[in-house]
């Protein structure tokens, strides 16, 4: 059962969500009685706008009370979220009633999402009524804070955490363009006032003296309707950050000694993208779509939100009231793993419903259980190779990001602020793409040289959105004055490749991408890269329908995860570019004894994996093991030669142990 | 405080099971295929287990040929989205779900053996079209909604449901309580009640929490006491009544009040089939 073990670290990536507001005051206290009798010793609760609004019995202190009495932890979602089963998503009904504090999409139009008890229209954030009632919400989400304390004294709230997550900002797409790809079409709400807010901010951040040199005419070229959809996306990502960082504030000058939690939460069941499959499935009474979810986890996985510079941890919501209740249990199991694989292994997690949760049996439970608790140990954790940095992280990232992540995955990811370069979590990145629609300033070149010259590969593009400064430090390399070696190359794309210190820096031409909009040089290009970064997938499935997820763990070796989500069984190959010995994970995460283990020396296995099903392996890899202690050679295992059109198929092939799947 | 909307606990306690029960069940290969399409564009092909993705961008005409041998129905998106938005204004999900079906068959146009066929909200067509919706029906929402019962029943009126027997024993009690509020002949409120404010005696009485509900929701409330192994059984049928007229006059259902009025309803509906 979740959170079974009293001593479990603070900080599962498995919580379950129980609202205290879906219960009266005598049922909550039962209900928390009953959690505690299943071992549950922390939850999570949606802090609905208009439930606090209306909270004439203090429920909120009643329930921090009958947690702290029971030693419970409770982390509080204090932003407004989506798919909170509240009505309206619990924003009031006023606000939804104004129209101009509804969000619009490109064409003009409201969003609408299907979020149960109903289906309602998305508030804009940036309208002026919404942050304002939004900041009379903190104020209450405060002072029931204070009475909480006032009721039970100050140790009611040592085990509670506020959460702050980035709210609507993500959900902020058009469905008509996100159907084809999540990410696709502008992103961001068009509402007037909105319109009004960008000019200013525009002409605020072009008066900035970087941007107007070498002569301040020199700051108009920021300003042209050219540069429209790139100071969207720019001005779009501030709100956010602007959004969060008040709600930080807020709580950091009121509250009282409450510990605050930035993360990204992110419900892939009321994703812009899923919004026409959900509503056929309502309409015609169908189960939800859930290939188009499984592949949402993957889109929730890497993209990586950043609060002033820090990476915040991303949150994967599964609600008790949406498609996802509509799933097969084994539909719901593999999602369930897989977000916890993807997530859980980055410094993020799953939030359940609780009653999801427990109608799932309790043989899986205790598997996930288990995982989670090695993944909050840092036993396993997922080590992405290469970041994207894009301008907007809703944003789509065009045929490269599409290239990149198609290819490596899980390993790669995306960002939308060069700071993150300075970040731990950064170290380990051994390719940086930068989007076309980024702007450059001079200190975020040299920072990105420096970090580049540690080792990396990093890939700008050459374009206009250089400040005089940033231009003129770009040049300084580009002529070789920093005594660089340089090569041009044409490789998909034209661009050059400088060598600085133990770093390369690639300037690819933004122009000649801008202008073939083709996948295949864009996959040349990332091929190209990937070859100058030396970033290889270190196993591959000779079914390409299979995903697989490696984790490094920390005692040795690795976790490999093979995900397949058809309805059917996949029998497929896993390929290692040398000799590897397999064991069955499963046996391991569940403490079978030594003596119960069997292992297997191949280079490539057979597997068989059943519909839906997650199959755990647990891999020693000496060659992997060197590779990583010699991590800035950076150098990998590599597929053999062969392996693309099967001509090795037969060399070494040995059955996988168990071939049993975990869910 | 309670939820006014429980839309969890409405759908798990009237529609327990949700297995399409239909003919042509849209999991099975030669399931309807839902088309929502922008000037002959395909914006998304749906059906139900199938993954279907790789249409988005395909003509319609491609559509129409490649699934020939199934029924397809064709939404158009504009139109689509203006139901979306229109169904805002409605109280809840349910409601809302019924407004994107009623004003869907009123443009829809199906494709059947390469055929095309408008149709309309006819008679004639209501079958073929419940045929591919599968409307989750429950007998009791449907008469409460939609029956000649809205004409007699008054402008504003609960039903206390108290199930008793639990198999599973959740919360700790053997029973099982829902509530739900009409107003204007809509369901507005439905949710488990807040009966903490009373005490616990009397609300073991039937007749108390009636008494209770009525003057917090100010209308006047039925209270219906049945069995849950019942209940879980009449909910899976299309056409309880005749049943439940002869439970209520054994007493393994219970009225309270009880009422002649809302005793001949469920005559009418059960031994008279109106």
């Known amino acids: 059962m979740l959170g079974i073990q009293r001593n479990q670290p603070v900080g599962s990536p498995l919580r379950i969500v129980v609202n205290y507001w879906e219960f009266r005051p005598t049922v909550l206290v039962e209900r928390l009685d009953q959690l505690i009798q299943r071992g549950v010793s922390e939850i999570v609760s949606f802090v609905p706008w208009q439930a606090v609004e209306a909270d004439i019995s203090h429920l909120l202190s009643k329930f921090l009370q009958a947690a702290a009495d029971r030693n419970i932890s409770v982390s509080l979602v204090v932003s407004p979220e989506l798919a909170i089963a509240y009505p309206n998503s619990g924003i009031p009904r006023d606000v939804l009633q104004k129209p101009e504090c509804l969000a619009l999409d490109a064409d003009g139009q409201p969003l609408v999402v299907i979020s149960a008890p109903n289906s309602h229209a998305l508030p804009s954030i940036l309208s002026a009524e919404f942050l304002k009632r939004h900041q009379s919400y903190l104020q209450r989400v405060d002072h029931y804070l204070h009475d909480a304390v006032k009721r039970g004294g100050a140790h009611v709230l040592h085990r509670v955490r506020l959460i702050l997550t980035g709210s609507f900002w993500k959900y902020y797409r058009t469905p008509r363009h996100s159907v084809f790809s999540a990410f696709d079409g502008p992103s961001g709400e068009f509402t007037p006032a909105s319109l009004i807010q960008l000019r200013n901010r525009i002409e605020q951040r072009f008066s900035e003296q970087e941007f107007c040199e070498p002569t301040a005419a020199s700051s108009n070229r920021w300003k042209t309707k050219s540069m429209e959809e790139i100071n969207r996306r720019w001005f779009m990502q501030q709100s956010e950050e602007q959004f969060r960082s008040r709600a930080a504030q807020f709580f950091n000058r009121k509250s009282l000694s409450v510990s605050l939690e930035q993360v990204e939460l992110y419900t892939p069941e009321v994703d812009p993208s899923f919004h026409y499959s959900r509503t056929m499935s309502l309409i015609s009474g169908a189960k939800a779509d859930f290939s188009r979810l499984a592949d949402l986890v993957d889109e929730a996985g890497q993209r990586h939100s950043q609060v002033s510079g820090d990476a915040v941890g991303s949150w994967l919501h599964w609600s008790g009231s949406g498609a996802f209740a509509s799933l097969s249990t084994q539909e719901r199991q593999f999602l369930i793993l897989k977000s916890l694989l993807l997530l859980g292994a980055q410094s993020g997690g799953v939030l359940i419903d609780a009653e999801e949760w427990f109608s799932l049996s309790e043989s899986f439970r205790r598997r996930t259980e288990t995982l989670a608790r090695s993944l909050a140990q840092g036993e396993y954790r997922l080590r992405q190779r290469a970041c994207y940095w894009n301008s907007h992280l809703w944003s789509s990232g065009g045929n490269l990001w599409s290239e990149l992540s198609g290819r490596l995955g899980s390993l790669s990811q995306m960002i939308a602020s060069d700071q993150y370069l300075q970040s731990e979590a950064a170290g380990e990145i051994d390719l940086l793409l930068v989007d076309p629609t980024v702007i450059f300033t001079g200190l975020q070149l040299t920072r990105i040289l420096s970090w580049t010259r540690a080792g990396r590969v990093t890939a700008i593009p050459r374009s206009l959105l250089y400040t005089e400064k940033a231009r003129h430090e770009l040049q300084r390399i580009l002529s070789g004055d920093l005594r660089t070696e340089r090569l041009d190359l044409h490789v998909g794309l034209p661009f050059e490749l400088h060598v600085m210190g133990q770093g390369k820096l690639v300037v690819y031409d933004a122009h000649a991408l801008e202008k073939s909009d083709s996948p295949e040089v864009a996959r040349q290009f990332i091929q190209a890269l990937m070859g100058l970064a030396e970033i290889r997938n270190p196993c591959a499935m000779s079914d390409e329908r299979l995903q697989v997820i490696g984790l490094e763990r920390q005692s040795g070796g690795r976790g490999i995860f093979i995900l397949n989500p058809y309805q059917k069984v996949l029998a497929s190959e896993l390929v290692f570019s040398n000799e590897v010995v397999i064991e069955d994970l499963a046996h391991q995460l569940e403490g079978a004894s030594l003596d119960d283990r069997e292992d297997f020396k191949a280079q490539r296995f057979h597997l068989e994996i059943p519909p839906c099903g997650v199959l755990p392996l647990q891999v020693m890899d000496a060659r992997w093991k060197s590779d990583l202690e010699q991590r800035e050679a950076s150098r990998r295992p590599e597929l053999p030669s062969g392996f693309a059109d099967g001509s090795n198929a037969e060399e070494f092939l040995s059955d996988a142990p168990g071939s049993r799947p975990w869910n | ?274």
């Not at chain 2, 998106?77 to 979306?84: D, G, V």
């Not at chain 2, 869907?104 to 909200?121: D, N, Y």
């Not at chain 2, 929402?141 to 008793?164: D, M, Q, Y």
């Not at chain 2, 509020?181 to 007749?207: A, M, N, T």
């Open chain 2, 1 to 274: 405080m309670e939820l006014n909307q429980d839309w969890r606990k409405l759908q798990s306690t009237f529609f327990p099971s949700i297995a399409p029960t239909r003919k042509g069940a849209a999991s099975s290969p030669a399931g309807a295929v839902y088309c929502i399409h922008d000037q002959d564009i395909v914006t998304l092909l749906f059906a139900e287990g199938e993954d279907l993705s790789d249409w988005t961008g395909a003509s319609l005409a491609d559509v129409r040929s490649q699934f020939s041998n199934r029924v397809v129905l064709e939404f158009e998106r504009k139109a689509l989205e203006a139901s979306l938005l229109s169904s805002v204004a409605q109280p809840h999900l349910e409601a809302q779900i019924a407004q994107w079906r009623e004003d869907a068959q009123a443009k829809l146009v199906a494709t059947a053996a390469g055929h095309s066929v408008m149709l309309s909200p006819s008679r004639k067509d209501q079958a073929f079209l419940d045929q591919w919706f599968i409307t989750k029906k429950n007998f009791l929402l449907e008469s409460l909604n939609g029956s000649w019962w809205a004409r007699v029943l008054p402008s504003a009126f609960g039903i206390f449901l108290r199930f008793e027997g639990l198999s599973g024993g959740s919360a700790g009690s053997s029973t099982k309580e829902f509530l739900l509020i009409y107003r204007k002949g809509q369901l507005e409120q439905f949710g488990v009640p807040d009966l903490g404010f009373i005490g616990s005696d009397r609300r073991k009485d039937p007749e108390e929490v009636c008494k209770y509900l009525a003057d917090r929701c100010m209308v006047p409330v039925q209270a219906v006491l049945l069995r849950e192994e019942d209940w879980l059984k009449w909910a899976s049928e299309k056409n309880p009544w005749s049943e439940i007229a002869w439970a209520v006059q054994s007493s393994r259902v219970q009225l309270v009040p009880f009422r002649w009025s809302v005793v001949s309803l469920i005559a009418s509906r059960g031994l008279l089939g109106l």
